[in-house]
Nanobody, 121 residues
Framework: QVSLAESGGGLVQAGGSLRLSCAAS????????MGWFRQAPGKEREFVAS???????YYTDSVKGRFTISRDNAKNTVYLQMNSLKPEDTAVYYC???????????????WGQGTRVTVSS
């Protein structure tokens, strides 16, 4: 199995930045596509960003130009750099993994426990 552990969440003022990390462990983890989702209070979980093993990236429209997903395959770690944060970015952020680049954006096989991000105005 693949195990995922998020960290880096916290409280930040609007316009500020946070960097989330996701440490992955398991067999052949560097061959998995990785992603970030988020769930705001009272809302459904939504896709945020994904990255393939070769570094290809995809973002939902609401975070383009503000968030950057990256990965360090040697460290089995995925990052989400979040800049120009807005109150509507407030959510629990979840790391995800799946062997399929397309499936990781929709129904990934593995999930972390989440890290909370709160953006105040």
């Amino acid at each position: 199995q693949v195990s995922l552990a998020e960290s880096g969440g916290g409280l930040v003022q609007a316009g500020g930045s946070l960097r989330l990390s996701c440490a992955a462990s398991g067999s052949n983890v560097n061959m998995y596509a990785m992603g970030w989702f988020r769930q705001a209070p009272g809302k459904e979980r939504e896709f945020v960003a994904s990255i393939g093993w070769g570094g290809s990236t995809y973002y939902t429209d609401s975070v383009k130009g503000r968030f950057t997903i990256s990965r360090d395959n040697a460290k089995n770690t995925v990052y989400l750099q979040m800049n120009s944060l807005k109150p509507e970015d407030t959510a629990v952020y979840y790391c995800a993994a799946d062997p399929s680049l397309s499936r990781v954006k929709r129904t990934p096989d593995y999930w972390g426990q989440g890290t909370r991000v709160t953006v105040s105005s």
